[in-house]
């Protein structure tokens, strides 16, 4: 319920864009947590079904509506099923890359499109040497921390995340070559909004 909560949405625009792209409205929707991403691409017209390993979140998605089926995307039966679109939503990096592109590629209709995005969030400057001054107080040797220390971009941080999963669909030889779009948006958090967030994110310990 505090993932469902607290964790961004991603940006209008991104989703409109490849809805505009798919050859129709069928979208498989893997790692699809608490429904977040889901939810955006029903509302832009699409029909959408989950596959969700951790049960909890797959229920949490249920109350809002989303058809989901619990399994990981390696285990998962399509049952001759197949979709215009394949999205994943901060969550691939937890699909093995090669075998899951290729099993989406088996499951695309023709002309049909994978979509893996990725919220990459980046503080203030200020902000960013706060973070780093408690981080050294509170919790040095976190992963948090660390990357405060090394003072590297979070888009670089992630670009290794990014270079993985393009090799993964340029093995299985199915796709046209992969394109690297960028949406850059922004929102506030207030102190107790950022406190909520917090506990669902990586690197704290």
Same mark, same amino acid.
């Given at each position: 319920?505090?993932?469902? %909560?607290? %964790? ?25 947590? $608490? ?58 990096? @937890? ?13 695309? %209709? ?7 995005? @990725? ?46 999963? $393009?090799?993964?669909?340029?093995? $299985? ?7 690297? @779009? %960028? ?7 207030? $102190? ?14």
């Amino acid at each position: 319920e505090r993932y469902d %909560r607290a %964790r961004p949405w991603y940006p209008g625009e991104m989703v409109d864009e490849i809805v505009r792209k798919v050859p129709g409205p069928d979208v498989l929707d893997v790692g699809a947590g $608490t429904g977040i991403e889901a939810r955006q691409f029903r509302a832009a017209g699409c029909r959408v079904l989950g596959v969700e390993p951790d049960q909890r979140m797959a229920d949490v998605a249920r109350r809002h509506g989303v058809d989901v089926e619990v399994a990981t995307f390696e285990a998962w039966d399509p049952a001759g099923r197949d979709f215009d679109a394949v999205v994943s939503g901060t969550a691939w990096h @937890w699909v093995d890359p090669t075998s899951g592109a290729a099993k989406a590629a088996k499951v695309l %209709r023709p002309e049909g499109r994978i979509a893996l995005f @990725w919220n990459v969030g980046q503080t203030p400057d200020d902000v960013t040497k706060a973070f780093a001054s408690v981080y050294e107080r509170v919790a040095p040797s976190s992963m948090a921390a660390r990357g405060y220390r090394q003072g590297v971009p979070a888009i670089e941080g992630y670009s290794a995340i990014f270079d993985v999963a $393009t090799d993964g669909i340029e093995q $299985t030889g199915a796709f046209a070559g992969p394109e690297r @779009w %960028r949406f850059d948006w922004k929102r506030e958090y207030t $102190t107790d909004e950022w406190l909520e967030v917090l506990p669902t994110l990586g690197g704290q310990s």
